[in-house]
T-cell receptor
């Protein structure tokens, strides 16, 4: 059973703070993704990675960066948090060990920036 | 890039009736179409998917149909139950790509 975990369920930060959101998967998946979910806007892709140290911009990368130093871990970084980054952040992974196509999601981190 | 649209945004159905959600996509090279269900407060989970070499796929009360010519695909839920109440997301993946393009989601409400 694929397990994708995220470091926090709820997070409250101040404007201008540096924020780290971490995601870990235990299925040796090559691909990892970060989405943000906002009401009426669905799931929007921020960044994704298809291998260690590789990253690709998604549809809304501005204000974010990512790090993938190990295969199982994918971090999302908000260099200087702003109030418009208040959102639900979802991590997902997919890979050969579970059929490549299916994306498995983490439980989400609800981030509030004050 | 791929653009996926979902209609309607909200759907209310009586328990026992059928629900149908339609999605359209823009990239004719897309070859994989999953549907995810997200219950309130929970993570999205894959419920069914279809590939471009198949026109229809069924799994108990849910089915997905694909019309490649018209570039649309639909989720059909029969004999709806209260536990079917959720947000449903369609998505499409272009050939050679690892990423999915998601629709904005449909809120389905099953009225007991």
């Amino acid at each position: 059973d694929v397990k994708v975990t995220q470091s926090s369920r709820y997070l409250v930060k101040r404007t201008g703070e540096k924020v780290f959101l971490e995601c870990v998967q235990d299925m040796d998946h090559e691909n990892m993704f970060w989405y943000r979910q906002d009401p009426g806007l669905g799931l929007r892709l921020i960044y994704f990675s298809y291998d260690v140290k590789m990253k690709e911009k998604g549809d809304i990368p501005e204000g974010y960066s990512v790090s993938r130093e190990k295969k199982e871990r994918f971090s999302l970084i908000l260099e200087s948090a702003s109030t418009n980054q208040t959102s639900m952040y979802l991590c997902a992974s997919s890979g050969q060990t579970s059929g490549t196509d299916t994306q498995y999601f983490g439980p989400g981190t609800r981030l509030t920036v004050l | 890039g791929e653009n996926v649209e979902q209609h309607p945004s909200t759907l209310s159905v009586q328990e026992g009736d059928s629900a149908v959600i339609k999605c359209t996509y823009s990239d004719s090279a897309s070859n994989y179409f999953p549907w995810h269900k997200q219950e309130l407060g929970k993570r999205p989970q894959l419920i069914i998917d279809i590939r471009s070499n198949v026109g229809e796929k069924k799994d108990q009360r849910i089915a997905v149909t694909l019309n490649k010519t018209a570039k649309h695909f639909s989720l059909h839920i029969t004999e709806t139950q209260p536990e079917d109440s959720a947000v449903y997301f369609c998505a499409a993946r272009s050939y050679g790509n690892n990423r999915l393009a998601f629709g904005k989601g449909n809120q389905v409400v099953v009225i007991p």
